[in-house]
């Protein structure tokens, strides 16, 4: 497997086309020092010294791939609000060409994460889900894009955006387009024709239940493949590495580099970004799962929703050489 994938493939990923489709969201960031507990409550006291704020959920997404070298087209639903007019401005620094549909009874998915010492203590989620007349534009805007795309991304954080996903997978495979996705929930018989699945181990675990061989993951994996007709599933799974589970061929396993893991928030992202351009460019499978696996590497040893670059890749690369 480390074969696979050569600093010349890397070269093969720049300006090919993924557009990305799914649930877009602000990540904010407070950070500041703990130095006293609050007398009203059992809860640390953060004096807020500095705050960030960055692109999440499919829009993450869309990040990564620009950071491989590929473009990448956004498609997603916010609000108009001020955390919606962040993300506009984030968008505009960036090379991501996005196509953001306005509900003005939406809440802009927001995540504010506090910090302290590198360590997040809480978690503040606002969030709604998406109205009628916003869906049925996106899928029209979505039917318009396919044109442009090598690739289709669907990026289900579960906030909504891709409450008719079905239909999105139809529309792309009628096209003649490969569609990567990354699940959420209890019912993947919605994403039932995709191209490939990115769950994670827990995520799988909690559709397929449990395993506790490798024997028995792969005829479950084998059993989901078949039930969902879908080609490829690749399961990531943290400290074991991903597995790609193949319809009619052999599973490959790339197994998880030693490393210092920071923050794994965000890292699916990367792997559905890599992938996406990896499956542009025809690299194969197993230099496919490599190439994830190694940015995904990179992006946990980031604070917060993070990006791989190629050159970061390409160094990993050499280390290995």
């Not at 579960?158 to 529309?171: D, F, H, M, R, S």
């Amino acid at each position: 497997m480390l074969s696979a994938l050569l600093p010349a493939h890397l070269a093969r990923l720049s300006g090919l086309r993924v557009l990305v489709v799914g649930d877009a969201m602000l990540d904010r960031y407070w950070f500041g020092a703990v130095e006293r507990i609050s007398p009203e409550a059992p809860v640390p006291v953060v004096a807020v010294g500095g705050s960030e704020e960055r692109l999440g959920g499919a829009a993450n997404v869309a990040r990564n791939v620009v950071a491989l070298g590929g473009q990448a087209r956004l498609l997603a639903i916010t609000g108009q609000d001020e955390a919606g007019q962040r993300i506009d401005a984030l968008l505009a620094d960036s090379t991501i060409d996005a196509r953001l549909l306005r509900d003005p009874a939406l809440p802009t998915t927001l995540k504010l994460r506090v910090l302290s010492r590198s360590q997040q203590l809480i978690r503040l989620d606002f969030e709604a889900r998406p109205g009628a007349e916003a869906l049925a534009d996106l899928q029209s805007a979505f039917a318009d894009a396919l044109d442009w795309a090598q690739v289709v991304v669907l990026s289900d954080y579960g906030k909504g955006t891709l409450a008719a996903v079905a239909a999105l997978i139809g529309l792309a495979r009628g096209h003649g387009r490969p569609v990567i996705v990354d699940p959420k929930g209890h019912d993947y018989a919605r994403y039932a024709g995709a191209s490939l699945l990115t769950p994670n181990r827990g995520e799988f675990a909690t559709v397929a239940g449990p395993w506790h061989s490798e024997d028995e993951l792969h005829a479950k994996a084998a059993d989901w493949l078949g039930r969902l007709g879908i080609e490829r599933l690749l399961i990531t799974r943290s400290e074991q590495g991903m597995t790609l589970f193949r319809a009619g061929g052999p599973a490959l396993h790339d197994p998880a580099r030693a490393r210092e893991v920071f923050d794994v928030s965000g890292a699916g992202d990367t792997v559905v970004a890599a992938l996406a351009l990896a499956l542009a460019a025809d690299l194969g499978d197993a230099a496919a799962v490599h190439l994830a696996n190694l940015a995904a590497g990179i992006v946990v040893g980031k604070l917060g929703t993070a990006t791989a670059t190629a050159q970061e890749v390409a160094a990993e690369l050499a280390q290995e050489d």
